[in-house]
Antibody
Framework: EVQLVESGGGLVQPGGSLRLSCAASGFTVSSNYMSWVRQAPGKGLEWVSVIYSGGSTYYADSVKGRFTISRDNSKNTLYLQMNSLRAEDTAVYYC????????????WGRGTLVTVSS | SYVLTQPPSVSVAPGKTARITCGGNNIGSKSVHWYQQKPGQAPVLVIYYDSDRPSGIPERFSGSNSGNTATLTISRVEAGDEADYYCQVWDSSSDHQVFGGGTKLTVL
């Protein structure tokens, strides 16, 4: 079955760090563009970051310099390392397959909740 | 950065047609994609490349895109269509994905 399963969310204090994981099955992460998208409570969708099949990475201005997207090809898993977390980073974080040729999200995980609070 | 503008809410009676707009500068030159999100669930792609439907999406869902406005049209609206809808484009100038603010569809 083709699916994405996120993990690693939780409660973290402001200024802290967290690493999210997204395990893929049924397809190869490294052959696809993969993105993270977040949704703050009661708010809309916000794109966070993408990693291309060639390894290039891009970030939303709101997280640039604090978040790092990466992947482990041997584990077929996508990651998001989040440092210097702020209250405004509180959100459900989704990983999504960013269809290479169309640049739309054709597969989503169920999301993992990150809460930044003291 | 590129901005997409959606109305916060749209209301429609069952069996009628709902139209949700997505405004952007010369959006007709871009490919627009639409997602449906129900409470507590992940988004689901309902329209891609302006007007194509993924398998499993009812024919009642259609899309168009021209000038400065893209439109998602839902015909013969059902109670189960009540959800938030988001438009999305890829901004090639910044290599960023962009979402509209979302529209809450209420079925009266």
């Amino acid at each position: 079955e083709v699916q994405l399963v996120e993990s690693g969310g939780g409660l973290v204090q402001p200024g802290g760090s967290l690493r999210l994981s997204c395990a893929a099955s049924g397809f190869t992460v490294s052959s696809n563009y993969m993105s993270w998208v977040r949704q703050a409570p009661g708010k809309g969708l916000e794109w966070v970051s993408v990693i291309y099949s060639g390894g290039s990475t891009y970030y939303a201005d709101s997280v640039k310099g604090r978040f790092t997207i990466s992947r482990d090809n041997s584990k077929n898993t996508l990651y998001l390392q989040m440092n210097s977390l702020r209250a405004e980073d509180t959100a459900v974080y989704y990983c999504a397959r960013d269809f290479t040729h169309g640049r739309y999200f054709d597969l989503w995980g169920r999301g993992t909740l990150v809460t930044v609070s003291s | 950065s590129y901005v997409l503008t959606q109305p916060p809410s749209v209301s429609v009676a069952p069996g009628k047609t709902a139209r949700i707009t997505c405004g952007g500068n010369n959006i007709g030159s871009k490919s627009v994609h639409w997602y449906q999100q129900k409470p507590g669930q992940a988004p689901v792609l309902v329209i891609y490349y302006d007007s194509d439907r993924p398998s499993g999406i009812p024919e009642r869902f259609s899309g168009s895109n021209s000038g400065n406005t893209a439109t998602l049209t839902i015909s013969r609206v059902e109670a189960g269509d009540e959800a938030d809808y988001y438009c999305q484009v890829w901004d090639s100038s910044s290599d960023h994905q962009v979402f509209g603010g979302g529209t809450k569809l209420t079925v009266l």
